[in-house]
């Protein structure tokens, strides 16, 4: 097995249904043994992107290798290698959780245990339960359950904690950690920033069927971007003599009536110097902030847009 | 953020990768079995596939209902009811399993594990052919107990039944791959319906128009329920007409659902 090669190599990815091009020349590596995420409004195309990794359709044009294989050629060889969690669905409505995670287990040569799996999603309390009496969080967690019980090398997992509770949430983002730690790679989607900044090494942001920025969810937010304070104060401010203080290159806005912002390197210094500033000016500066860029930020200036979800 | 704990011992964590396929024959057993509790339990499965012939079958001998010819009534009806039972599992049970279970991504999970596809469809065979060999044994018991006398050679039977299965199989899978598993839902149990009544299940074809009859006796189902009273009630030998005209719907459907058959 060449583990050199990344999890998932995708180049000029295209993919139309009929006139509508969901994938427009889409290019995107992923690194084994991390968490990526695939992250875009719905309808970016990263399911359709997915499901071509997975094998589920073919591509239009382009290159795809997921562990060095071609999802379609390859899929016998492929499919005992990755797990693959649904966005929604996969379970007979009249099988009971544990019975299809049991089911799926027999599939794999060497399977984890399936009462460990059970316990560690909370999956205890399905009990008889068939699927289709199951709670939407369950049915989540199960599907979860059923990507990893095989033990593969690479999961994807589409939109793992859509409709999750926070309590639920968090035990997915816990498993998908020990995922990484295990040595296991991930790629997931979401529309969710706090998903992608908290959980994932990288950060592909789609948009429009293409990649259009990448890297490590922090240098995404610094990547040319300057920070900004925050604060609020009796309205009509001379901003003027504030900038006169602050270092070169700093800028400051009121934004709003009573509403201040600066930009720019924002440091000890730069607060000091603001707050002296307020002082001398007899000025309560309130709610003062520092705000760093988030994914949402780099999104809406990418695009121009705001994640829809 | 502690993102460098990839470095820890990889070799000893719960989830370290250790990827494989079992054995062929232990998924297509696994399958199988799941396939056939999935169906067992299902009671609009059992209604279709056990209840329904069964009370056809008593009523119908029972009662002098319809003119079913010379000679005993059970002796013309179980014939006719072990061909609907096979219709009732092979065509219109797997036509709505398959269907609800394409409609929501059962299949479509399975095509990400180890299981081959042609492995899914041996063990949804292997499914249907166990629940008709239950079926086809509570008919005959009671068969039995209402005075049922059959003649016959068995492998011309076996052979019938299992031209028969892969015929409405064929059928079922096309509908199930093809249609929204609501249209499935009503389309088969209609078509079981007609076949039912139009097939020589309980009705004699020739209480029907010559010409009508005769295009009915082209139906899969006639040809299943004619050819096995032929054997049955009336002893002839192997039905190669009746066969003849089961192997062609075998290929035709057969071919067309693994033609047009979409997984999702």
Known sequence: MDSSSPAVALTGLVKRYGDKTAVDGLSLTVERGRVTAVLGPNGAGKTSTIEICEGYRRADAGEVRVLDLDPVRDAAALRPRIGVMLQSGGVYSGARAEEMLRHVAKLHAHPLDVAMLIERLGLGSCGRTTYRRLSGGQQQRLALALAVVGRPELVFLDEPTAGLDPHARHATWDLVRELRADGVSVVLTTHLMDEAEKLADEVAIVDRG??????????????????????????????GSLLNALPEGAKAFEVSRGAYRIEGEIDPQLLATVTSWCAQHGVMPERLTVERRSLEDVFMELTGRELRS | MAKAAATRDEARGTFTPAPGAAPLRRMILAQSALETRMLLRNGEQLLLTVIIPTLLLVVFSSADLVDTGDGDRVDFLAPGLLALAVLSTAFTGQAIATGFERRYGVLKLLGSTPLPRWGLMVAKTACVLVVEILQVALLTAIAFGLGWSPHGNPVWVILLLLLGTAAFSGLGLLMAGTLRAEATLAGANLVFILLLLG?????????????????????????????????????????????????????????????FFRWE
Not at chain 1, 217 to 228: I, K, Q
Not at chain 2, 213 to 233: C, F, K, N, Y
């Open chain 2, 199 to 259: 097939g020589g299940v309980i009705v004699p074809l020739d209480k029907f128009p010559s010409g009508v009859e005769h295009t009915l006796a082209l139906l899969p189902i006639s040809a299943l329920s004619d050819g096995l009273r032929d054997v049955l009630r009336d002893g002839s030998g192997l039905p190669l007409g009746d066969l003849a005209i089961l192997a062609v719907w075998a290929v035709l459907g057969l071919g067309a659902a693994a033609r």
């Open chain 1, 210 to 239: 293409r990649v259009i920025a990448s890297g490590s969810p922090e240098a995404l937010c610094h990547d040319g971007a300057e920070n900004s304070l925050r604060f609020s104060g009796p309205p009509g401010l001379d901003m």
